[in-house]
């Protein structure tokens, strides 16, 4: 497939990550050319265009948090951002789910075998949003579904990811959706602070494609390949059986370790 906007924009999610920046190609480190629309809608952006690096919060933080985004300060409350768990997640593990590069990738351009075609609003213009399912999405959300309290949380805004997820998630697995507003803006990137979902976290696992998203809690991370175009992927039906083991787990880093061969 062409290489998208998004796709070079998503690249930036590497740049963030200094472990990982010396396995990208140097074509991927260059800024993209014009990207504005889509830096505002899709995930976990470094801030090219500000200048001072925003105020960094502590790993987990539990008071008044200010974060700093395109100058203004937005101000989060200490609350937990899940509900009370219901009643048929009781002695589940929670896994937080990433959207982008690890369910579905979208584009702006259009995909001739796109699975949904969303419409999206970006200053008084409607966009047409492709988007393209993972292989092997739909298995993957339904056994995860019986495993776990599966919480959607993307870096993107709900005026994308919602609708997306609605078509994606038609059997209902997701409990909560936690979008942008809910991420901490840290060093020029959208952080899943996993301290402030409300559960344990030592029974709390994050399913995502991008290192920058898990840095407060890498070790509760299953890492997982970006997915683009490639309809041979199989990463999501490989990692059922390592969820399936995990399902299992008293404490998941013991378990998380114990799959790592520590
Ligand atoms: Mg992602």
């Not at 990433?98 to 008084?124: M, Q, Y």
């Not at 404490?251 to 998380?256: A, E, F, P, R, S």
Request: net charge negative.
């Amino acid at each position: 497939m062409e290489s998208s906007v998004i796709t070079q924009v998503q690249k930036e999610d590497v740049q963030v990550s200094p472990k990982t920046a010396g396995q990208v190609s140097r074509s991927a480190l260059k800024q993209p050319r014009s990207c504005n629309i889509f830096k505002a809608l899709f995930c976990c952006l470094k801030a090219q265009d500000d200048p001072k690096p925003p105020p960094t919060p502590p790993p987990s933080h539990q008071a008044l948090l200010e974060a700093q985004e395109n100058g203004m300060v937005v101000k989060q409350s200490e609350y937990s951002l899940l509900p009370e768990i219901e009643a048929q997640d009781q002695g589940k593990l929670c896994v937080v789910i990433d959207l982008d590069e690890t369910l579905v990738h979208s584009s702006f351009k259009p995909i001739s075998n796109a699975d949904f075609i969303v419409p999206v609003e970006i200053e008084g213009t409607t966009h047409q949003v492709y988007v393209m399912k993972r292989p092997y999405v739909d298995e993957f959300l339904q056994r995860m579904g019986e495993l776990f309290e599966c919480v959607l949380f993307t870096a993107s805004l709900a005026k994308y990811a919602d609708p997306v997820t609605d078509l994606l998630d038609h059997c209902g697995v997701f409990r909560t959706r936690l979008f942008r507003e809910s991420c901490v803006f840290h060093q020029g990137c959208y952080v899943k602070d996993l301290s402030r979902l409300g559960r344990d976290l030592n029974k709390t696992l994050i399913l995502d494609n991008s290192p920058a998203s898990y840095i407060f809690h890498p070790n509760n991370a299953v890492p997982v390949v970006s997915w683009f175009d490639d309809m041979d992927d199989a990463e999501l039906l490989n990692l059922l059986p390592v969820f399936e083991e995990l399902s299992q787990a008293e404490d998941v880093y013991t378990q998380l370790d114990l799959l790592r061969g520590h």
